[in-house]
């Protein structure tokens, strides 16, 4: 039987539910969804810098199970705002270069802080 790895990550937000951050079964990877808080915990006003901590977030989650952007197969993300979906557009190809993920885009009428615009959550194969 496939023994499932649960990762709760202290240098992240705590989960403000019954969850943690990653999960790993065998060569699966999941990555719960990820906001844009700053480290200090604070919520920057900016869709940019909300989505910028959220990378981060997602790159402390995938190292800790030994993955990286080369592992990720699929990304959702979730914005409150959809037009701005070009000014975080940068950041993904940035982090994932040439290791391009199937990915959904949806645009939500909010997120578990009113404040938050924006949230990331992806798959990774590690086999």
């Given amino acids: 039987m496939t023994k499932i790895e649960r990762h709760l990550l202290p240098e992240l937000r705590k989960p403000v539910s019954h969850f943690c951050h990653v999960t790993k079964a065998g060569p699966v990877v999941w990555v719960s969804g990820l906001v844009g808080e700053a480290p200090d915990g604070s919520i ?15 790159d402390v989650c ?8 080369e ?6 993300i ?9 000014l975080i557009n940068p950041r993904r190809i940035a982090y994932f270069g040439e290791h391009l993920p199937a990915s959904t885009l ?3 009428k909010g997120l578990v802080d009113p404040r938050m615009k924006v ?4 798959q990774a194969y590690v086999g």
């Fill in 62 to 69: 995938l190292k800790a199970v030994g993955a990286g952007p």
């Fill in 119 to 122: 949230e990331i959550e992806c």
């Fill in 78 to 86: 979730f914005m409150t705002d959809i037009t701005e979906r070009p």
């Fill in 44 to 58: 920057p006003e900016s869709t940019v810098d909300q989505f910028e901590h959220a990378m981060n977030a997602l």
């Fill in 71 to 76: 592992h990720v197969t699929k990304v959702q």
């Fill in 106 to 108: 949806v645009e939500v």
